[in-house]
């Protein structure tokens, strides 16, 4: 992706992609609940504060920066997602958008939880 076409993800409504995340991880057997522990994981927001994030229908850019802290362990959420190496994305917000798309794509591909929050 280019750096002008990141400003176009910073837009996205997290409310808008939420939805596609619980479809995606509830496909494959797994639960809301668990997507939002790693959500939460990831960002440092309780369950209270995720929804009331998705309710005021932020934009991606507003949602991380609102996230209370980002988790000390999410370096570690590392490899390939959408044919992009996460380590190799130089702006710092697209990195985390990635690191959030990786987690859910490992907790729908069954991986244990454990390991989906770097334990």
């Not at 590392?78 to 959030?100: A, F, H, S, Y």
């Amino acid at each position: 992706m280019k750096t002008q076409d990141y400003a176009r993800v910073f837009a996205y409504s997290f409310a808008s992609i939420y939805p596609m995340y619980v479809q995606k991880v509830e496909k494959k057997g797994r639960t809301k609940a668990e997507l939002d522990q790693v959500l939460c994981w990831l960002t440092g927001y309780d369950t209270k504060g995720l929804q009331k994030q998705i309710a005021s229908k932020c934009d991606l850019k507003t949602f991380f920066a609102a996230a209370p802290r980002m988790h000390p362990n999410a370096t570690q959420v590392t490899g390939m997602i959408c044919g992009v190496c996460i380590e190799e994305i130089e702006n710092p917000l697209m990195r985390d958008i990635r690191r959030m798309d990786k987690l859910v794509d490992e907790l729908a591909k069954g991986r244990a939880m454990e390991k989906i929050l770097r334990a």
